[in-house]
């Protein structure tokens, strides 16, 4: 299916400050697929962002949140039991 995005679902995360740079390092722990157990998780780079990105990630994170509750819940299209 085209349509199909691969999810990979986040088991953690390192966040740190890099002073000496005024930078925010962020590390992620991933899983790709159901069945890879969660202390075999991977994990990213470490990614540096400025502290303007940092609260902007943190600002769009929060608005995803609350827009992904301010939506009913709505059942998948199908045939019903």
């Known amino acids: ?3 199909e995005i691969h999810i ?6 390192s966040i740190g400050p890099v002073k000496a740079l005024e930078v925010v390092t962020l590390k992620l722990g991933f899983i790709t697929n ?3 157990p969660l202390d075999e998780a991977n994990e990213s780079p470490i990614f540096a962002i400025t502290p303007k990105q ?4 943190a600002d769009a994170l ?12 709505q059942p998948a299209p199908g045939p019903r039991h």
């Open 1 to 3: 299916m085209e349509d």
């Open 54 to 57: 940092a609260l902007e990630l």
């Open 62 to 73: 929060q608005r995803t949140v609350q827009k992904l509750h301010s939506v009913e819940f």
């Open 34 to 36: 159901a069945m890879q």
């Open 8 to 13: 990979c679902p986040i088991t953690g995360w």
